[in-house]
């Protein structure tokens, strides 16, 4: 594994957004957040940076009410219940329709968005798309994290493609979700070296690394 590059390029914008239906994004405080949900597919390890950042920054204006997996074995839930987060895991129901299955899982996923009063909806690790629909109603209030330099590389096998392609530079990019593959309004960046020694598992742990220090730092911003 090479080694990690000690000083990552950060590029954020803030775009305060406005939802179709829920308005504009009010502003956060220490003493009323902005209530986040997040939803995860696999080990949390993005989910589990959030939290502890928003646990352990006595400043910070967004906090998390809920941990959503679409995976009945996604190890994160168990994470987020340590760390004293409700969790609720809604698995895909058994429709043979995709359209119909894909409809009745969202419409679970709002029911608790909305029991917990949830203002912002952070990905990490989910792994399905959401609707146009979903997206229209949450309008720029449901945030991702890649790992790559979007819109290089979006899909679901980044550092494959990175490595396939040989570039040299390669790093992760907290975008807005919108309906399409990855291709919502970018919001903050951070690079990270790509080595000639590099596989998939290297790369990712060292773009991971500073996934887990961009995606609080634009929240904090989109919060303020």
């Known amino acids: 594994m090479g080694a990690l590059f000690r000083r990552p390029q950060g590029v954020y914008t803030v775009a305060r957004g406005m939802t179709s239906e829920l308005g504009p994004l009010r502003a956060g405080s220490t003493s009323d957040p902005i ?3 997040i939803l995860i597919s696999g080990s949390g390890s993005g989910m589990q940076a959030m939290v502890t950042h928003q646990q352990t920054h006595l400043e910070c204006g967004h906090r998390t009410m809920v941990v959503i997996s679409d995976q009945p074995d996604a190890s994160g839930l168990a994470k987020a219940e340590r760390l004293g987060i409700p969790t609720r895991l809604i698995a895909l129901p058994e429709e043979t329709d995709r359209s119909t299955r894909r409809l009745q ?10 029991e917990h009063e949830v ?13 146009p629909e979903f997206v229209d109603r949450w309008t720029q209030r449901v945030i991702n994290i890649h790992p790559s330099l979007l819109p290089m590389f979006p899909g679901a096998h980044a550092h494959r493609d990175v490595l ?22 970018i919001l ?15 790369l990712a742990e060292r773009v991971k690394i500073e996934e887990h220090q961009l995606y609080p730092e634009v929240i904090d911003r989109i919060a303020m």
């Open 119 to 131: 203002e912002l909806i952070l990905l990490s690790g989910y792994m399905r798309l959401v609707s």
């Open 188 to 202: 903050g960046q951070r690079r990270v070296p790509v080595f000639t020694d590099d596989d998939e598992s290297s």
């Open 105 to 114: 899982h969202e419409q679970q996923i709002q029911l608790l968005l909305e």
């Open 164 to 185: 396939a392609a040989g570039v040299e530079v390669s790093g992760c990019t907290v975008h807005y979700v919108d309906a399409g593959m990855d291709s919502g309004e």
């Open 35 to 37: 209530r986040c949900a």
